[in-house]
Antibody, heavy 121, light 108 residues
Framework: QVQLQESGPGLVKPSETLSLTCTVS?????????WGWIRQPPGKGLEWIGS???????YYNPSLKSRVTISVDTSKNQFSLKLSSVTAADTAVYYC??????????????WGQGTLVTVSS | EIVLTQSPGTLSLSPGERATLSCRAS???????LAWYQQKPGQAPRLLIY???SRATGIPDRFSGSGSGTDFTLTISRLEPEDFAVYYC?????????FGQGTKLEIK
């Protein structure tokens, strides 16, 4: 069964770059699918950040695009998120998830357990 | 950007009752691109419905989705204690995803 696990610093200083990695087990990223990042500020709703294909093709939320870079390392079966110039508004639980699609549409499943990243000096 | 508005914000019901949750889009959404998730405190969202009406693997048949265009509904036919949670709708269009703000289903 496919499992995803986020990892990275839980505290980042304002103006610095947030870096997270998602490790996938039970499925080889090289076999296909897009893989995405979604975040959730404390007590608030969900916001899609962006997604990447195993080939490295990416697409991003237009509202975050100027600050986001998502990359993939198929040798480690991982994909990563970098978000630059962070502020307190970027404090959130960050989830990674597999993006599924067919003629029934697009959706995220499964999800990682999430990791809280706090932006504070 | 397609904005999804969920209503009500909070729904108070008792176990055994029927729950009807609404998700309204600011523009027409292809019914193939509407999904529903359940989220419990401290947990990641869990996929319930995709393609507006297809249940995900392992989801009980008391959960059903319907709708088209701009109006979509998640129905829980008979509430179980474990169904009290926050529910989100999600759409995919023009190469990006948006989520509704959520409906909290609480025990009355």
């Amino acid at each position: 069964q496919v499992q995803l696990q986020e990892s990275g610093p839980g505290l980042v200083k304002p103006s610095e770059t947030l870096s997270l990695t998602c490790t996938v087990s039970g499925y080889s990223i090289s076999s296909g699918y897009y893989w995405g990042w979604i975040r959730q500020p404390p007590g608030k709703g969900l916001e899609w950040i962006g997604s990447i294909y195993h080939s490295g093709s990416t697409y991003y939320n237009p509202s975050l695009k100027s600050r986001v870079t998502i990359s993939v390392d198929t040798s480690k079966n991982q994909f990563s998120l970098k978000l630059s110039s962070v502020t307190a508004a970027d404090t959130a639980v960050y989830y990674c998830a597999r993006e599924n699609w067919n003629d029934k549409g697009n959706w995220f499943d499964p999800w990682g357990q999430g990791t809280l990243v706090t932006v504070s000096s | 950007e397609i904005v999804l508005t969920q209503s009500p914000g909070t729904l108070s019901l008792s176990p055994g009752e029927r729950a009807t949750l609404s998700c309204r889009a600011s523009q027409s959404v292809s019914s193939s691109y509407l999904a529903w998730y359940q989220q419990k405190p401290g947990q990641a969202p869990r996929l319930l419905i995709y393609g507006a009406s297809s249940r995900a693997t392992g989801i009980p048949d008391r959960f059903s989705g319907s709708g088209s265009g701009t109006d979509f509904t998640l129905t829980i036919s008979r509430l179980e204690p474990e169904d009290f949670a926050v529910y989100y709708c999600q759409q995919y269009g023009s190469s990006w995803y948006t989520f509704g703000q959520g409906t909290k289903l609480e025990i009355k």
